[in-house]
């Protein structure tokens, strides 16, 4: 096998309870690309198997890039395929997870890993370079995110080992319970934590200590070492060093994002408030991905409680967005949402849909097992969020997230705020027509920065002759071409601070492939319809778009709004934007109506 | 004489440092064959980078029965000649912080050379949990960084 690379996939099956080492084909890793690529390509010839995808037997995919487990800066995400049942309908879903993790895996010798099947009883993998034990979870089933990676640890007598974890709400279905690496690095958004939970997997466990040789070292080591350093000096690599996911908000005066479930909007002045009151009081350090040299992740103090993870978009989600607006709360809300291995944001989505209902009198204290939920009401926000874990009381609704309880429900409809079944980021769609277009094009696509801003991207992503939505995607692309070679979507596809002449660049040195920008965009770009078509094949719809919510499009619902300078969504601009984007493309459009669903 | 200082407040983990030491000194990347090696308390979000610090009376020159570990007089480094070394990890128990590393690959010891001077792991590190400094700066630099939380607390009324 080629410098860079492993050649390998470990092949888990939890019901036989056996592991394998296949080869990679060398075409597959050809163009010198691999994470989210080898994914797709995997999982476009499961997809034609005789396991159902929506079976707990399907399989769940990590990979990486040539990129991981080297020098090379922003180096530590993983690409995470598997069948997602939270988008409406369920289908392949693709999500970056960051941390530390996929370095491990390089290191342990793989450049995938594929886990089907199903164990009868809990148990956590144990993978010590090829080696792969299949323990017991009984003692660890019921654990927190927090005990459960330190039991592992401390029971294998190695506290270097990453271990990727469920919680209780994995363990007990919840749809959008996430994976949690290293206590504070989490993979939402594709339901993992629930594909975990039904494959009776509490943990994958790993340490390698195999290492990643490179074809040219001396030039991968300066181009690296040139790299970081300049996004070290870079004014909004600084920026988000110095006050993580938060930088944006306040002082570039654009507000925008939503409050009570997008009844409100933002101020920068409030914003700013908000973003001060955690710096000064509650932040007190920070952490890295592996191999990073901007440290976006913050670690929080609360009392005697150190923690990290705390990102804009699940501390909004868990504040200002159901109605609470001191950092105490959000903090305590976050917490539980950490330890009980729960997407905050969907969790946060979640509440301030039941709030909004109950507030407008859609919903009552009887759905809610008798439980009133008003604006900011921390208190029954904790008690939903425990029933949602457990399934007890109204849990056993909710805990399908805020689509699928108002369906069953038959009763707040037209409040919840998503596309596709996938939960909305904080910033409300009404703030820019091209994050608007985003969201819509691609549903399923999440991340920490998602909520920035689209005036900030640079201009080298955002070109001024393209139309709206072809500026949507090129940053898709990037965001792509990230996850084919491990590196962070922040860092490449939002702030544009690696370009895809780096990657290149970088992607030579390693492999000595000879690689170009071009030739990776490219990649990246079949990427994109590798999963278009999986998207369709999975959910038997067409090529993955999804409508915004009517409620986007009304007249003018706030005052306030007028005065960030923002105007609401026109229905038919927005849908003119979406038809040129395929008329462009020579696809047709097969349009869902409101109506429709 | 400079060696590199390691300031653990600002440690955020991220491991470059062992990326880059690897790659520099062996050609491939494993924190496994890094010189400096970042031990974790992930849950009190605490990791603190360990690194030979070239005592000034260095005790593992002093039980190395093969008289592999030498200082190298030009930067002061304390290093290991592999030629004589036989892996008895004598040097690994009498050292204080247990700096040196055992290579994977030749069975000896390895530990920090400071790169002839211009230590990259410094360079890769944007956080400041490491420089390479001499007495006297370290020790101011320490007192900046314990009197910190006493600047915040006294500026905002919170303490930290």
Same mark, same amino acid.
């Given at each position: 096998?080629?410098?860079?690379?492993?050649?390998?996939?470990?092949?888990?099956?939890?019901?036989?309870?056996?592991?394998?080492?296949?080869?990679?084909?060398?075409?597959?890793?050809?163009?010198?690309?691999?994470?989210?690529?080898?994914?797709?390509?995997?999982?476009?010839?499961?997809?034609?198997?005789?396991?159902?995808?929506?079976?707990?037997?399907?399989?769940?995919?990590?990979?990486?890039?040539?990129?991981?487990?080297?020098?090379?800066?922003?180096?530590?995400?993983?690409?995470?395929?598997?069948?997602?049942?939270?988008?409406?309908?369920?289908?392949?879903?693709?999500?970056?997870?960051?941390?530390?993790?996929?370095?491990?895996?390089?290191?342990?010798?793989?450049?995938?890993?594929?886990?089907?099947?199903?164990?009868?009883?809990?148990?956590?993998?144990?993978?010590?370079?090829?080696?792969?034990?299949?323990?017991?979870?009984?003692?660890?089933?019921?654990?927190?995110?927090?005990?459960?990676?330190?039991?592992?640890?401390?029971?294998?007598?190695?506290?270097?080992?990453?271990?990727?974890?469920?919680?209780?709400?994995?363990?007990?279905?919840?749809?959008?319970?996430?994976?949690?690496?290293?206590?504070?690095?989490?993979?939402?958004?594709?339901?993992?934590?629930?594909?975990?939970?039904?494959?009776?997997?509490?943990?994958?466990?790993?340490?390698?200590?195999?290492?990643?040789?490179?074809?040219?070292?001396?030039?991968?080591?300066?181009?690296?070492?040139?790299?970081?350093?300049?996004?070290?000096?870079?004014?909004?690599?600084?920026?988000?060093?110095?006050?993580?996911?938060?930088?944006?908000?306040?002082?570039?005066?654009?507000?925008?994002?939503?409050?009570?479930?997008?009844?409100?909007?933002?101020?920068?002045?409030?914003?700013?408030?908000?973003?001060?009151?955690?710096?000064?009081?509650?932040?007190?350090?920070?952490?890295?991905?592996?191999?990073?040299?901007?440290?976006?992740?913050?670690?929080?103090?609360?009392?005697?409680?150190?923690?990290?993870?705390?990102?804009?978009?699940?501390?909004?989600?868990?504040?200002?967005?159901?109605?609470?607006?001191?950092?105490?709360?959000?903090?305590?809300?976050?917490?539980?949402?950490?330890?009980?291995?729960?997407?905050?944001?969907?969790?946060?989505?979640?509440?301030?849909?039941?709030?909004?209902?109950?507030?407008?009198?859609?919903?009552?204290?009887?759905?809610?097992?008798?439980?009133?939920?008003?604006?900011?009401?921390?208190?029954?926000?904790?008690?939903?969020?425990?029933?949602?874990?457990?399934?007890?009381?109204?849990?056993?609704?909710?805990?399908?997230?805020?689509?699928?309880?108002?369906?069953?429900?038959?009763?707040?409809?037209?409040?919840?705020?998503?596309?596709?079944?996938?939960?909305?980021?904080?910033?409300?769609?009404?703030?820019?027509?091209?994050?608007?277009?985003?969201?819509?094009?691609?549903?399923?696509?999440?991340?920490?920065?998602?909520?920035?801003?689209?005036?900030?991207?640079?201009?080298?992503?955002?070109?001024?002759?393209?139309?709206?939505?072809?500026?949507?995607?090129?940053?898709?692309?990037?965001?792509?071409?990230?996850?084919?070679?491990?590196?962070?979507?922040?860092?490449?596809?939002?702030?544009?601070?690696?370009?895809?002449?780096?990657?290149?660049?970088?992607?030579?040195?390693?492999?000595?492939?000879?690689?170009?920008?071009?030739?990776?965009?490219?990649?990246?770009?079949?990427?994109?319809?590798?999963?278009?078509?999986?998207?369709?094949?999975?959910?038997?719809?067409?090529?993955?778009?999804?409508?915004?919510?009517?409620?986007?499009?009304?007249?003018?619902?706030?005052?306030?709004?007028?005065?960030?300078?923002?105007?609401?969504?026109?229905?038919?601009?927005?849908?003119?934007?979406?038809?040129?984007?395929?008329?462009?493309?020579?696809?047709?459009?097969?349009?869902?109506?409101?109506?429709?669903? | 004489?400079?060696?590199?200082?390691?300031?653990?407040?600002?440690?955020?983990?991220?491991?470059?440092?062992?990326?880059?030491?690897?790659?520099?000194?062996?050609?491939?990347?494993?924190?496994?064959?890094?010189?400096?090696?970042?031990?974790?308390?992930?849950?009190?979000?605490?990791?603190?980078? *360990?690194? @030979?610090?070239? %005592? &000034?009376?260095? /005790?593992?020159?002093?039980?190395?029965? $093969?008289?592999?570990?030498?200082?190298?007089?030009?930067?002061?480094?304390?290093?290991?000649?592999?030629?004589?070394?036989?892996?008895?990890?004598?040097?690994?128990?009498?050292?204080?912080?247990?700096?040196?590393?055992?290579?994977?690959?030749?069975?000896?010891? *390895?530990? @920090?050379?400071? %790169? &002839?001077?211009? /230590?990259?792991?410094?360079?890769?590190? $944007?956080?400041?949990?490491?420089?390479?400094?001499?007495?006297?700066?370290?020790?101011?630099?320490?007192?900046?960084?314990?009197?910190?939380?006493?600047?915040?607390?006294?500026?905002?009324?919170?303490?930290?």
């Amino acid at each position: 096998m080629g410098k860079g690379w492993t050649g390998k996939r470990l092949h888990i099956d939890l019901g036989l309870q056996r592991a394998w080492t296949e080869e990679i084909s060398p075409r597959d890793l050809e163009p010198g690309v691999g994470g989210r690529r080898l994914n797709g390509m995997f999982f476009l010839e499961q997809i034609s198997s005789s396991i159902s995808p929506s079976s707990p037997e399907f399989p769940v995919g990590l990979a990486v890039g040539p990129l991981s487990g080297t020098s090379a800066p922003c180096s530590g995400w993983t690409s995470v395929s598997a069948f997602s049942i939270l988008s409406d309908p369920p289908g392949y879903a693709h999500g970056s997870l960051p941390g530390h993790w996929g370095p491990q895996l390089k290191f342990a010798g793989f450049d995938q890993c594929i886990v089907q099947g199903r164990a009868e009883r809990p148990l956590y993998l144990w993978i010590d370079g090829e080696k792969v034990r299949f323990e017991n979870a009984k003692t660890l089933w019921g654990k927190d995110t927090v005990e459960t990676t330190v039991a592992i640890q401390e029971e294998n007598e190695d506290r270097d080992a990453e271990v990727l974890c469920i919680g209780p709400a994995g363990e007990k279905g919840v749809p959008f319970a996430n994976v949690v690496n290293r206590f504070s690095w989490t993979g939402d958004h594709v339901g993992l934590g629930y594909a975990f939970g039904a494959k009776n997997l509490k943990a994958i466990a790993i340490r390698g200590h195999q290492p990643v040789t490179l074809d040219q070292p001396d030039r991968f080591l300066e181009l690296s070492l040139a790299l970081r350093n300049r996004i070290d000096r870079d004014r909004k690599g600084s920026r988000l060093k110095e006050e993580g996911t938060l930088f944006f908000l306040g002082q570039n005066g654009r507000g925008g994002l939503g409050i009570k479930n997008f009844n409100e909007v933002s101020s920068p002045d409030l914003e700013e408030k908000w973003k001060t009151h955690y710096l000064r009081e509650f932040l007190y350090g920070r952490e890295g991905c592996f191999s990073c040299p901007v440290h976006c992740g913050r670690v929080t103090q609360v009392d005697r409680d150190y923690f990290g993870g705390v990102h804009l978009e699940a501390a909004w989600s868990l504040g200002p967005r159901i109605g609470i607006n001191d950092w105490e709360s959000t903090l305590r809300l976050y917490r539980l949402c950490q330890k009980q291995g729960l997407d905050p944001s969907s969790a946060g989505s979640l509440l301030s849909w039941i709030m909004n209902g109950f507030e407008e009198r859609v919903l009552t204290a009887q759905d809610l097992g008798n439980n009133e939920c008003r604006w900011g009401d921390v208190e029954a926000a904790l008690r939903l969020l425990d029933w949602v874990v457990t399934g007890e009381e109204a849990g056993e609704i909710f805990r399908q997230g805020s689509l699928r309880a108002a369906q069953r429900l038959g009763k707040g409809l037209d409040l919840v705020a998503h596309v596709k079944g996938m939960d909305l980021p904080v910033r409300d769609p009404r703030s820019s027509m091209e994050y608007a277009l985003g969201l819509a094009l691609f549903p399923t696509e999440w991340d920490y920065l998602i909520s920035m801003p689209p005036h900030d991207l640079p201009s080298s992503v955002a070109s001024p002759g393209d139309g709206i939505a072809d500026q949507a995607v090129a940053v898709e692309e990037r965001k792509i071409l990230a996850d084919l070679t491990s590196l962070c979507p922040l860092v490449v596809a939002r702030l544009s601070l690696i370009s895809a002449s780096d990657i290149a660049g970088l992607t030579a040195a390693a492999t000595g492939m000879d690689s170009d920008a071009q030739t990776l965009l490219e990649e990246a770009r079949k990427t994109m319809q590798v999963e278009k078509t999986l998207s369709g094949v999975s959910n038997n719809e067409g090529n993955g778009w999804g409508p915004l919510p009517r409620r986007f499009f009304k007249e003018q619902s706030y005052a306030a709004y007028g005065a960030y300078g923002a105007s609401p969504l026109s229905k038919s601009d927005f849908e003119k934007e979406v038809s040129r984007y395929y008329d462009g493309k020579g696809e047709s459009l097969p349009w869902i109506t409101e109506k429709e669903r | 004489m400079n060696w590199i200082s390691v300031l653990p407040e600002f440690c955020t983990g991220c491991q470059s440092c062992e990326m880059v030491c690897s790659l520099s000194h062996e050609g491939s990347s494993c924190p496994c064959l890094s010189r400096i090696q970042v031990k974790k308390w992930g849950e009190i979000a605490l990791y603190f980078p *360990i690194v @030979c610090q070239h %005592c &000034g009376d260095a /005790p593992c020159i002093t039980v190395c029965p $093969t008289k592999a570990r030498r200082r190298i007089p030009e930067t002061g480094a304390v290093v290991t000649d592999e030629k004589w070394c036989v892996g008895c990890k004598s040097c690994i128990y009498a050292c204080p912080y247990s700096a040196p590393v055992i290579n994977p690959k030749t069975g000896k010891t *390895i530990t @920090c050379d400071l %790169c &002839g001077g211009k /230590p990259l792991c410094v360079e890769a590190c $944007t956080v400041g949990a490491l420089a390479y400094t001499s007495d006297g700066k370290h020790s101011i630099e320490r007192k900046r960084v314990l009197g910190q939380p006493i600047i915040h607390g006294l500026r905002f009324g919170v303490w930290r």
